[in-house]
Nanobody, 122 residues
């Protein structure tokens, strides 16, 4: 069974930085990893994603401030989100999602973490 766990959330002031990490266990067939955010009353929104063999993709609000990358060892089961120059509007619950290859017939399955709170406040 695949398990996804995030860590690194917290309270910071505007302009500060914060790093999130997410580790997936239980699968050797990870095809992609991504970060989403959600604020109360709104749908989850893609922040950044990285898929095997492709360049990272960033939402417009994240490009230039956030960096997504995976660990450098062969397992590549951990994904990080480095967030710089944080703004009050970045306050949200941040979720990690891991895409797992199931089979050529079933395709991929997305496994979500529980989320970690990021609060930007002065």
């Amino acid at each position: 069974q695949v398990h996804v766990g995030e860590s690194g959330g917290g309270l910071v002031q505007p302009g500060e930085s914060l790093s999130l990490s997410c580790t997936a266990s239980g699968s050797n067939f990870i095809t992609g990893m991504a970060w989403y955010l959600q604020v109360p009353g709104k749908e989850r929104q893609l922040v950044a994603r990285i898929r095997t063999g492709n360049a990272p993709y960033y939402a417009d609000f994240a490009r230039g401030r956030f960096t997504i990358f995976r660990d450098s060892d062969n397992a590549k089961r951990t994904v990080y989100l480095e967030m710089n120059n944080l703004k009050i509007n970045d306050t949200a619950v941040y979720y990690c999602v891991v895409s797992i290859f199931i089979s050529n017939f079933d395709g991929e399955k997305d496994i979500w973490g529980q989320g970690t709170q990021v609060t930007v406040s002065s």
